[in-house]
């Protein structure tokens, strides 16, 4: 079973939300088989790029709808969000220098725990929380495109769209 899976206690009841934090699950656990030796060893470079498109993108996008809801915890939703990337983004940078070290592998880890079981689960789940409490039909509730994003300058013009799709995104570059 991989290390990450999206369960029940991580669900926020966003279908949106939750199918995009399935896709980091499953970049997640890429990352995870590449650290793990499970993968070539140059996978954990590319499987770390991936992580941080897609959250660039998964944030964004969960950012947007926060400002369109006016959800009051936006502001310090962003702040974690943007620690989370400058997080993974310092463990890439240091993977470009130094090649997959052993801690680069540790930190890593620990960060997608910290993310998993920290973020998604507590502070995910709250913003899910405030939705239903203000009695927005979730079903409605749909995470913007990539050229949306792009369009409201949420993420650069030169984003790679690859990133956005996840695994499979992920899989075709390795080939």
């Known amino acids: 079973m991989p290390p990450f ?8 009841g966003i279908p949106t939300v939750d199918e995009q934090h399935g896709d980091l ?4 656990n890429e990352v995870v088989a590449a650290a793990d030796g499970r993968l070539h060893p140059d996978l954990f470079d590319l499987a770390l790029s991936f992580l941080v498109g897609y959250t660039t993108y ?4 969960e950012e947007t709808v926060m400002a369109k809801v006016a959800y009051p915890g936006h502001g310090h939703h962003a702040q974690v969000h943007d620690r989370l990337r400058e997080q993974v983004v310092a463990i890439l940078f240091r993977v470009r220098n130094q090649g997959p070290t052993q801690q680069s592998k540790s930190d890593v880890m620990r960060l997608l725990e910290d993310w998993v079981v920290l973020h998604v689960r507590e502070s995910d789940r709250e913003f899910a929380h405030f939705v239903r409490d203000q009695h927005i039909d979730v079903a409605t509730l749909i995470l913007p495109t990539v050229e949306s994003l792009k369009t409201c300058g949420a993420i650069d013009l030169d984003f790679d769209e690859r990133f956005a799709t996840g695994v499979a995104g992920l899989r075709s570059a390795q080939r």
């Open 58 to 61: 998964h944030f964004a996008a």
């Open 25 to 28: 699950l499953d970049i997640a």
């Open 5 to 12: 899976a999206l369960t029940s206690d991580l669900l926020t």
